[in-house]
Structure formats: C-alpha cells, structure tokens
C-alpha cells in the first residue's frame, strides 16, 4: 500500500465516525456551531469598532470649512481654503 492510499483510506474513516458522532450528539454539535458564530459575530463588531476608531484617530484634525474638503493649515494655525 501506497502512503496516500494509507492517508486517504484515514481520512474517509474519520470522516465517517464524525458523522456517526454527529447524528449521536447533535445537540451538543448544534450548540458549539451557535457558540462559534457568537464569537466570531462578537469579534466582528470588535474589529469594526476598532477599525473606526483609529479611522476617527487619523482623521481627527480633518475639518470641512465652507463645503470644501480640502483645508490647508496656515502658519499661524487656524485653516484656510484657498
């Protein structure tokens, strides 16, 4: 025998024996899959605040004056649209 058969003929038995656990235990299986999306929707909205706040950080100093979006600093620093 070949070493991928040996590593294919592995890989479907612990394919079927997840199976058969799954349908033994689908409870508990149904509430780890509910757990896992919790997580991850949670760090979803973790990540996407951090992302807004450093977007907020770097454009902090970043001001429309007279509808333009594009002020420039004047030396004694107040801003100025050309």
Known sequence: MTTALV?????????????????IKEEKIIAFEQKVWRILFVNYRRYKRKKR?????????????????SPRKTPDGSFHVA
């Open 7 to 23: 590593l294919r003929t592995t890989i479907e038995l612990a394919v079927v024996l997840l199976l058969i656990y799954g349908f």
């Open 53 to 69: 706040y450093a977007q907020m950080q770097k454009n902090r100093d970043f001001r429309v004056v007279n509808g333009t979006a």
